[in-house]
């Protein structure tokens, strides 16, 4: 008879055990996902420049952390004659895109930069490189001015995790920082939006506001603008403001260099508007861009019922039958 086939019995695999009192290794993937979410933890809606830096840039001048995206929202009135896009090509933040308020709105509306579609807010905002999951910073040439309106935009379409620049590109370059031209092109993500309708006001929801005062109008324009003794910057539109208005200039929430008044400052402008803080507060402005730095400035404070009009005094002046004050 021939002998048994042996059976080798299934060697097992060597297990390192952690000795008692501590914990296994963490693979390098998993310590770097830890590190950059770490990193990316929202940090309210104002951020400094050495704060962005410090995200755009390792020690050595590497490329900055995934996950942070920095847009240009700069826009100018038209008849300035100034074009932010050719801006921007020409110097702008290393790795920004360009957010251009314009393009970025319901070309169907006789009105200027209205709120588009949620599905339209989504593709373009896509096509710039930027997901749900990323930290967008919004920067403009003045300061604080209408990067803020894209601030707005972006939590209108449902993204909290935006934020401002603070000085924007003027600070940026006065501290020497670095700049780079032309476009880069950015890789389609995708963007899903929504849009929020309690930060959004119409022109039925102002009428009827005329009536009820439920909530405080605060206009963003000049004094003289108002009060109806400066000409509007647009033909066609009549003087004054909506009745039952307050009126606080946006320039007055933010200092010389471009950087917002600190919060205690900021609370103190507000007051002195006549702003009830326990009150539900409408910023409204020539076309919804300042309004939107009243709106800032209100969220800064901790104030948390603030819309924007966003047709505002173009789409409110431009009509025949809304009442204003004082009476034309």
């Known amino acids: ?37 770490a990193r990316l933890e929202m940090p309210g809606a104002l951020v400094s420049t050495e704060w962005l830096a410090a995200r755009l840039f390792q020690p050595r001048g590497s490329a900055a952390v995934a996950g942070v995206r920095v847009l240009d929202g700069t826009w100018h009135m038209p008849q300035l004659q100034r074009d932010p896009r050719r801006e921007f090509e020409e110097a702008h933040i290393p790795g920004a895109a ?81 700049v780079e031209a032309g476009v880069a ?25 005329v009536e009820s005062r439920r909530e405080q109008t605060l206009d ?44 205690e400052g900021l609370r103190q402008a507000f007051a002195a508007a006549g702003v009830d803080q326990g009150k539900p507060v409408a910023t409204t402005c020539g076309s919804g861009v300042t309004a939107s730095v009243l709106a800032l400035g209100l969220h800064l404070v901790g104030h948390k019922k603030v819309a924007v009009y966003d047709g505002s005094w173009t789409e409110w002046a431009g009509r025949s039958d809304t009442p204003v004050e004082p009476p034309n």
């Open 1 to 37: 008879m021939g002998s048994r086939p042996r059976h080798r019995r299934p060697r097992r695999r060597a297990v390192k055990v952690a000795r008692k009192g501590t914990r296994p290794a963490r693979s390098p993937k998993r310590r770097a996902a830890r590190a950059t979410s």
């Open 98 to 178: 360009f957010f251009d308020i314009d393009a970025i709105a319901d070309r169907s509306s006789p009105l200027p930069h209205m709120l588009p579609a949620a599905a339209q807010f989504a593709r373009q905002v896509g096509a710039l490189g930027i997901s749900n999951a990323d930290l967008v910073v919004v920067y403009d040439v003045r300061g604080v001015v209408s990067a803020a309106r894209v601030w707005w935009t972006f939590r209108a379409f449902g993204h909290e995790r935006v934020a401002v620049l603070d000085g924007g590109f003027r600070k940026w370059r006065a501290e020497g920082r670095p």
């Open 185 to 209: 092109p950015a890789a389609p993500r995708r963007f899903t939006a929504r849009l929020q309708r309690t930060l959004v006001r119409d022109l039925a929801q102002m009428r009827r506001n």
């Open 220 to 263: 963003a324009r000049s004094s003289g603008r108002f009060a109806g003794t400066e000409p509007e910057p647009r033909a066609g539109l009549r003087g004054g403001h909506i009745p039952g208005s307050l009126n606080l200039p946006y320039d007055r929430l933010y200092r010389p260099d471009g950087t917002l008044l600190p919060t």
